[in-house]
């Protein structure tokens, strides 16, 4: 039925902060009863509906999309701390600001 409520799990973006080993976090979450979907099929998951409510799976408490992106990569890193992006291009603040 169109009318009927169905269960939803919380959407959580928690990428790029910086968490140090997500698939631990995932996995102790789990072993303390926290169902997760990691949403990883947009399609199928989202902030209405989710893949394992099709799949007669219950529905889990929560939607970790994109939690395995954490770092970025060294080049990164250090493009912020000389105002160099990773192409080797001056940010658009960085140029105005050597104008002034």
């Known amino acids: 039925d169109k009318g009927e409520r169905v269960?939803?799990?919380v959407w959580l973006?928690?990428?790029h902060n910086r968490?140090?080993?997500p698939e631990e976090v995932r996995r102790t979450a789990e072993a303390e009863g926290i169902s997760i979907c990691t949403a990883s099929d947009r399609q199928a998951c989202g902030t209405t509906t989710c893949c394992d409510q099709t799949?007669?799976?219950a529905?889990?408490?929560v939607h970790l999309f994109s939690?395995?992106?954490q770092q970025q990569n060294a080049d990164e890193?250090?493009?912020k701390d000389d105002g160099v992006d990773s192409r080797?291009?001056?940010r658009k603040r960085d140029k105005k600001r050597d104008k002034i």
């Open 77 to 79: 890193e250090a493009s």
């Open 19 to 21: 968490i140090e080993n």
């Open 67 to 69: 939690f395995n992106v």
């Open 13 to 15: 973006r928690l990428n």
């Open 88 to 90: 080797g291009q001056r």
């Open 7 to 9: 269960p939803t799990p």
């Open 55 to 57: 799949s007669g799976v």
């Open 59 to 61: 529905c889990p408490l």
